[in-house]
């Protein structure tokens, strides 16, 4: 028995929460909020998540952000007020590491080269570099071995835009993540050219402080209690580091980004991906923050396609026994996890597990070296229904457990409806669309109409309201055969039990209050 006192933050909610883009269900944030008001959905969520395209952005579907303004085609201040009166807490992200080659501060920069304000707040990649490299053929220059070979990279070529300045010369600047450079006349290769990158911002300008301290305020008046710290483990770079979670810069930014929100009473959920064995998460839940527990999907789906709980509740007992703060999730807006289960989970069932879902129609996600060749699969993407091969039974089970987990559950709002993969969206946008495919109001009404919608929605209901999962609760666990599992919670004479057979995919859950008799909930 593991005592559940003080995993859960005062100010991490313990409800339930919904994961959408604001155009996800019906259009905009509007029609999303039509969801929640649906008689079906009374008492489901407790929480909602909404992804960046809520603000301007222009790439990356919201992760480019051009301001933190409300994207005013999706979304109204009076959409969130009406979060508020329904009694639903807020998440935000806030995207730390770059801003859009679109917003006003780059622009400027463009515009006024030198003599901006904001001539500081982005990184030159040549100025950055000097003296520590030599110029390649296409004028930026190349980081020596000694450098280079610890670049940690996200993409194939090197993390640079060349961009053009006031005063007639090129200028390279840093840009980790997407960049995207078109033609203004296809049919003429000097035609003038239109931009579209994440520029990193320099965390050692005090401009970019400023920043970040008026977005705080900005993001907490529109309701936020959560903000996710998107790419955070970028944000410190340093010569002769990886410029991923480099330490003890990053612990820095960290702290100073707490204390700026603290100011707003916000709570900081740091968003990180990387390997079990390499501890991070263990460093951020030992100073306190929330984590994400990545490991979870991956570590569910093995579980499920084993029969074997093993892996699993060895990774539930660890989050008891060491009091993670933790967020879970089935899907998500991005892949399944595969590369942060490395160290819970052997090379062979890692790579069996991107196997089975490649099968299963899943496109693999990779981290490439400073030499762009690939260093490590990073993620696969999927839906989570897909994954499972489509199985309603599994689907259904792996929900069940998912509202057993300690932490607070979040639900992708296509795992919701069952979503399957959007092969179409795959092709033609990219890997992650496979999973984000919008909903519209005829399509949400008939899953309504669902058994696995209803069904679903039947567990998220009994988490969200029943009184054994609170803070201060216990988990009792009986993994004695490896093919059953079964969990226990009980606070204040509140009893919820759940019982699954991870062979068969069947599973009961019951509950009852003091000395009454057990009722199955389904």
């Not at 090379?347 to 693999?364: F, P």
């Not at 998912?402 to 409806?417: E, N, R, S």
Request: some cysteine; overall charge negative.
């Amino acid at each position: 028995m593991v005592d559940n006192h003080d995993i859960k933050s005062p100010n991490l909610p313990n409800g339930v929460m919904l994961n959408l883009y604001p155009d996800s269900c019906n259009g905009n944030l509007k029609g999303a909020l039509s969801l929640l008001k649906q008689a079906e959905l009374a008492d489901v969520f407790s929480l909602l998540y909404i992804l960046p395209s809520l603000f301007e952005s222009d790439l990356d579907r919201g992760f480019s952000v051009i301001s933190y303004d409300l994207n005013k085609e999706l979304a109204e201040r009076e959409d969130l007020e009406s979060l508020q009166k329904l009694g639903v807490s807020l998440k935000l992200d806030f995207v730390l590491n770059h801003l859009s080659v679109g917003s006003p501060q780059f622009k400027d920069l463009l515009e006024k080269g030198d003599d901006s304000e904001y001539v500081d707040m982005f990184i030159d990649w040549n100025k950055f570099w000097a003296g520590k490299g030599e110029k390649g053929p296409e004028g930026f220059i190349i980081p020596r071995d000694e450098y280079l070979s610890k670049l940690f990279m996200r993409k194939p070529e090197m993390p640079v835009l060349k961009l053009p300045f006031p005063d007639g010369t090129e200028r390279f600047y840093w840009n980790t993540f997407y960049q995207k450079v078109n033609l203004l006349n296809p049919d003429d290769t000097k035609s003038e050219k239109s931009y579209l990158g994440q520029m990193d911002l320099n965390a050692d300008s005090s401009v970019v402080w400023d920043f970040y301290e008026d977005t705080f305020k900005k993001l907490s008046s529109y309701g936020a209690k959560i903000v996710r710290l998107d790419a955070f483990a970028y944000l410190h770079k340093e010569a002769g580091s990886s410029n991923f979670f480099n330490e003890p810069g990053t612990w820095d930014h960290l702290e100073h980004l707490k204390q700026i929100a603290d100011k707003y009473d916000l709570t900081l959920l740091p968003e990180i991906h990387s390997k079990y064995e390499d501890k991070i998460h263990e460093q951020l839940a030992e100073k306190g923050y929330p984590i994400y527990d990545f490991f979870f999907p991956g570590l569910l789906i093995h579980t499920l396609e084993t029969s074997d709980n093993t892996k699993l509740t060895s990774w539930i007992n660890e989050i008891m026994e060491k009091r993670f703060k933790t967020v879970n999730m089935l899907g998500c807006h991005d892949g399944i996890p595969v590369l942060d289960v490395k160290g819970y989970l052997d090379d062979q069932a890692i790579e069996g597990l991107i196997g089975l879902i490649k099968t299963r129609g899943g496109r693999v996600k990779d981290l490439f070296g400073a030499d762009g060749k690939k260093i490590s699969y990073y993620q696969i993407n999927a839906t989570f229904f897909s994954a499972l091969g489509e199985n309603e039974k599994k689907m259904l089970l792996a929900r069940a457990i998912q509202i057993f987990m300690p932490g607070t559950p979040q639900v992708w709002y296509l795992d919701l409806f069952a979503g399957t993969n959007d092969y179409e969206a795959a092709d033609n946008i990219g890997h992650k669309d496979i999973n984000r495919t919008n909903l519209t109001e005829k399509e949400i009404l008939a899953g309504l109409e669902t058994s696995i919608v209803e069904k679903q929605l039947k567990l998220l209901k009994f988490r969200n309201t029943n009184p054994a999962f609170g803070t201060g609760a216990t988990l009792e666990m009986d993994n004695t055969d490896k093919e059953n599992l079964t969990m226990l919670w009980v606070k204040n004479g509140h009893s919820a039990r759940l019982e699954a057979n991870l062979r068969e995919y069947r599973f009961h859950i019951y509950y009852k209050k003091g000395d009454e008799e057990w009722f199955s909930l389904l």
